[in-house]
């Protein structure tokens, strides 16, 4: 269970987030800035689905309850959507073949992201698979995008020193976004008897 929890941060909001606007910020500093904003629509629109979910579930108690459906898994979204993209942006001058093979581990990542959500019980099968499979989407389909166009020239060491920079945000608390979550529910609902998630601290 403790190498669970300890896996299971990499995907917390406190480093994917930033994780995914460093790579925005690369693409923009690349001048790509055509793929920097396919990003950057793709990922925040998978971030608004999540909470419109859950803000639906805390508010308004809107789900489906016949496979315990409550709200897309942040953590395998973020998971699934960032890392695929991420290597096949570092990747994508090494080959076809290298590219792929990172844009496998990647998705290879985000499954276990989904797992140790699953083994530390703070989603259901269904808002694991759901929010793996939207994590999917957005970093194939900005993948598919970018295949259109050249390799990215551009510094990759940038983009690893500044990953390696965001890793001793790991060692912080995580982001409160549970408690974000109900406070809008309560704002756009005006109910302050909740439907509230298992502990799933993000």
């Given amino acids: ?17 930033p994780l995914a606007a ?7 500093a690349a001048r790509a800035w055509r793929p920097a904003l396919c990003w950057c629509l793709l990922f925040g629109f998978g971030i608004f689905l999540v909470a419109a979910t859950k803000i639906a579930y805390v508010g308004w108690g809107i789900g489906i309850a016949t496979i315990d459906f409550k709200g897309f898994s ?21 080959g076809k073949r290298k590219a792929t093979l990172g844009v496998l581990a990647g998705l290879l990542f985000g499954l276990m992201i989904g797992i140790s959500r699953l083994a530390l019980g703070v ?10 499979l939207l994590g999917a989407v957005i970093s ?11 390799p990215i020239v551009f510094d990759r060491k940038l983009l690893i020193i500044g ?40």
């Avoid at 269970?1 to 987030?17: E, H, P, Q």
């Avoid at 460093?22 to 923009?28: H, I, N, S």
């Avoid at 989603?123 to 793996?132: K, W």
């Fill in 1 to 17: 269970m403790t190498a669970w929890l300890a896996f299971t941060k990499l995907a917390d909001t406190n480093f994917t987030m």
């Fill in 22 to 28: 460093l790579l925005a910020v690369w693409l923009a």
């Fill in 74 to 94: 942040g953590h395998a979204m973020r998971a699934m959507s960032v890392a695929p993209a991420f290597l096949y942006v570092l990747l994508q001058d090494q």
């Fill in 123 to 132: 989603h259901s099968v269904s808002e694991v698979i759901t929010g793996l």
């Fill in 140 to 150: 194939l389909g900005f993948i598919w995008y970018c295949r259109g166009w050249t």
């Fill in 163 to 202: 990953t390696i920079a965001l890793f001793p945000i790991l060692t912080l608390k995580p982001a409160p976004t549970e408690g974000w979550i109900e406070r809008i529910a309560i704002y756009l609902s005006g109910n302050e008897n909740l439907h509230r998630h298992p502990a799933d601290p993000s």
